[in-house]
């Protein structure tokens, strides 16, 4: 069935670091792609998204290119800061058909440290 | 602020009552979703509603669990009988389905404890 994966955390970062967080997916057909975040407290927020190969998703600074030779969905931005700090799920919705579900990673936490 | 509210926030049940929750959408989204979070984990699929009409439900949806979107606005979840194991994070999103490429927004949750 459909999958996704995502790097363990926690990662820990200073300000202004460069961050990295790997996911990769398995699913048949031509899924999209997204990125939400839950800050503490709150509840999941759409970060970005990618619907087609080589598409890059982009918001607050932060990138996806939805790579489909790698089946990889990597979430980058240059410079994080404090209020970065959060949990981030990496999942797909298999567009084939009437499936319209969400299938996610396990969520990889950050905490930027100034 | 997405717009989906979910009522209530937190509760908290002894095991065996029965217990409902709710979630009103986005006023113009006619899909709306279930899931169900516990810690250390992604979110699960529940259900999902097209309308008032139910169109998928998980494996993870036992007999106990029940949803409805009467009027295909606002939608409750109910577990009836709960168990220790029903303990978890339960969130409602919603979307707009104008091509089969819609965003789900989600509500803040509900965190369900059964003691």
């Known amino acids: 069935g459909d999958s996704v994966t995502q790097m363990e955390g926690p990662v820990t970062l200073s300000e202004e670091a460069f961050l990295t967080i790997n996911c990769t997916y398995t699913?048949?057909?031509?899924?999209?792609l997204f990125w939400y975040v839950q800050y503490p407290g709150e509840g999941l927020q759409l970060l970005l998204k990618?619907?087609?190969a080589d598409d890059k998703g982009s918001n607050k600074g932060f990138e996806a290119t939805y790579r489909k030779e790698t089946t990889s969905f990597h979430l980058e931005k240059g410079s994080v800061q404090v209020s970065d700090s959060a949990v981030y799920f990496c999942?797909?919705?298999?567009?084939?058909?009437?499936?319209?579900?969400?299938?996610w990673g396990l969520g990889t936490s950050l905490a930027v440290n100034p | 602020d997405t717009g989906v509210s979910q009522d209530p926030r937190h509760k908290i049940t002894k095991r065996g009552q029965n217990v409902t929750f709710r979630c009103d959408p986005i006023?113009?989204?006619?899909?709306l979703y279930w899931y169900r979070q516990t810690l250390g984990q992604g979110p699960e699929f529940l259900t999902y509603f097209q309308n008032e009409a139910q169109l998928e439900k998980s494996r993870l949806l036992s007999d106990r669990f029940s949803a409805e979107r009467p009027k295909g606005s606002f939608s409750t979840l109910e577990i009836q009988r709960t168990e220790q194991g029903d303990s978890a994070m339960y969130l409602c999103?919603?979307?707009?389905?104008?091509?089969?490429?819609?965003?789900?927004?989600f509500g803040p949750g509900t965190r369900l404890l059964v003691l």
């Open positions: 006023s113009e989204h006619n899909r």
């Open positions: 990618a619907t087609k």
């Open positions: 699913a048949t057909g031509y899924p999209s």
């Open positions: 999103a919603s979307s707009l389905a104008l091509t089969n490429q819609e965003t789900q927004y």
């Open positions: 999942a797909l919705i298999n567009n084939a058909g009437n499936n319209r579900k969400l299938i």
